[in-house]
């Protein structure tokens, strides 16, 4: 339904598909679904190993496919609209990367390109799927700005989350690591991935992840999130008081709330 009928982007079906497989069906696919009751799914959800976030989306997806059930085949009730919500965690949590932090990360990359991806997603705030499908012609030496125009996620390019196509300043230090790269011998031409996988194919996202908690544990850095790179760039444009609506088009948020989260950060979160 959210795929074929919703149409949303391959990376939320692919997570969809995830959390259903891993934690939604191993407890209830042998339920029959009128006898799934509001103390189940209560039990169910505060056995979750999960974040917060994740254990809210699982109980959106729980509450949506119950919904499903009732308009399309005379389900009478949905037994999650009275389950009791966990707590988010505040937005004071959000967690990156100091400085320091980052370029340990970059010091113990496995490669330059892994390093060069990781300055670009610290100091673009570029998201993985916007990083992988990145190609030469988005990357403007001369006016020092990176064109987000798509995202690749498994095996499937597509427009930014957003929907929208962006431009992001492109730091000293982000120029310098993409110079390096551009300096290779073939496959530079503005049709081009800038970052390349196997067989000048576009890099493959879980091994780049994987990648990326190596360098982590090489490094002996906090176990972050790959996203948290991401965080650590609307961060410091929160912090360098840049206006709301310029940190949401940077950033591209659909919603100005998401963004909103950074302007209430803790001082004490910015090294």
């Known amino acids: 339904y959210i795929e074929h009928d ?104 496995a490669s330059e390109q892994d390093a060069a991806i990781f300055v670009t997603a610290a100091f673009t705030g570029l998201r993985r799927g916007e990083l992988i499908a990145l190609h030469w012609r988005d990357v403007d030496f001369a006016g020092s700005v990176i064109r987000v125009r798509a995202s690749y996620h498994e095996g499937v390019l597509s427009t930014p989350k957003s929907g929208k196509v962006r431009s992001v300043p492109m730091a000293p230090d982000v120029a310098s690591a993409l110079a390096k790269l551009g300096d290779r011998r073939e496959q530079v031409g503005d049709d081009d ?49 840049v206006d709301l609506a310029v940190m949401q088009a940077l950033l591209g948020h659909a919603h100005v709330d998401t963004t909103a989260r950074y302007i209430h950060l803790a001082p004490a979160h910015v090294k």
């Open 6 to 109: 919703r149409l949303r982007k391959p990376s939320t079906v692919a997570t969809y598909r995830s959390l259903l497989r891993s934690q939604i069906l191993p407890t209830f696919a042998d339920q029959p679904i009128e006898a799934i009751t509001t103390a189940m799914i209560e039990s169910w959800i505060a056995r979750v190993d999960r974040t917060p976030a994740t254990r809210m989306k699982l109980l959106a997806m729980v509450h949506g496919i119950f919904q499903r059930a009732r308009k399309v085949w005379g389900l009478t009730v949905n037994p999650a609209v009275d389950v009791e919500k966990p707590p988010l965690r505040s937005t004071g949590d959000i967690e990156v990367f100091a400085p320091e932090e980052v370029w340990a990360l970059v010091r113990a990359a």
């Open 193 to 241: 991935v800038v970052f390349l996988g196997d067989g000048g194919s576009y890099v493959n996202g879980s091994a780049l992840r994987r990648r990326y908690d190596a360098a982590i544990k090489r490094g002996g850095l906090r176990r972050l999130r790959f996203h948290d790179l991401r965080h650590t760039f609307g961060t410091a444009l929160a912090e360098a008081g």
